[in-house]
């Protein structure tokens, strides 16, 4: 199959990257606004709604997740949900005003069985909506890749999550490199990377820094980058783990939106522990998607109405 996507060839450094993440605040805000003016819609912010088409009993470590089997977060497990189930969500967020649909699997990978036939259904219905479809349901193979594009999938995501140095910390089940393969089967396709990371994990400034080195030199650069906070979620291995400075996720939108221009910047989990001040300068660093709905995937997000009434205060309109 062609590679369609624009390709980037000059690798930017970590220095470069580093220089821009420690610049004073308010110049780093202003060259990202700068920057969004120049590729992004203004006042616009796409809305998108997730699903956990089949939750927990997750054979892997991940540390901040609390749908790893081994750690007691009392979620609900279940196995993939059944079409209408996931149509009928679908429909909401459509009328909440979603233009993306995102199903969520806690899957080390994707099955070879028949249950990848069904996902390949739930896409085919889901983008008869009219909407974006997105899918996260772990690592993946070439062939299902070449499949789920046929289906209709808009965008696979896939985050990178941290740096490669700090990775090891948070997971042990698999490797960076597996992840940078299923984003290059996911790239090789034809259909969008989304990757991005979660702040807050412990990890320091050099590590945010390196994600978004990885993130930018993605050839071709990811076209949706999400920015989670940790939700801590009792019963996981990081449930103490200390608060992240509400500046430093400022400044990684910010450079995140320097170096990957073209990328919607999503404002992800996390955003019901922020004050409406601290998401409004995350609008202005160049964050430019939020997830909408009561429920993340397993955990709690702001309503659809407290996300309106978000909007109508700062006239952003929904993309
Ligand atoms: N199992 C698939 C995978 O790991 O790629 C897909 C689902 S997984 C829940 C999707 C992403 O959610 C993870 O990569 C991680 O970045 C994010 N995530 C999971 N738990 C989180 C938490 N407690 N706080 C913030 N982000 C979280
Ligand atoms: C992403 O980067 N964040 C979303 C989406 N991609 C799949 C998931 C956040 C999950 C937060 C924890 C939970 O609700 O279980
Ligand atoms: Fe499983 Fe994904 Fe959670 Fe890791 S992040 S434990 S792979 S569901």
Redo the contacts with the bound molecule.
Sequence with gaps: MLKTKEKVNKEISYDEIKTVYELPLLDLVFKAQTIHREYQPLNKVQLCTLSNIKSGA?P?D?M????SARYDTGIEAYGLLPLEEVLKQARLAKENGATRFCM????RSIPQNDEFEKILILVKEVSRLDMEVCC???MLTQEQAYKLKDAGLTAY???L?TSKEFYKEIITTRTYEDRLKTINCVSNAGIQVCSG??LGLGEGTKDRIQLIYTLANLNPQPESVPI????K?PGTPLQNKDEIEPLELVRAIATSRIFIPKAKVRLS??RLSMTVELQTLCFLAGANSIFTGEKL?T?DNPSFNADKELFKKLKINPM
């Design positions: 997750c892997e991940c901040y997740c609390p749908q969520g699997a806690a899957w996260t349901l772990g995501n896939h985050n999550d990371g979660i989670n906070v940790l939700v979620v989990a996390g995937l955990t």
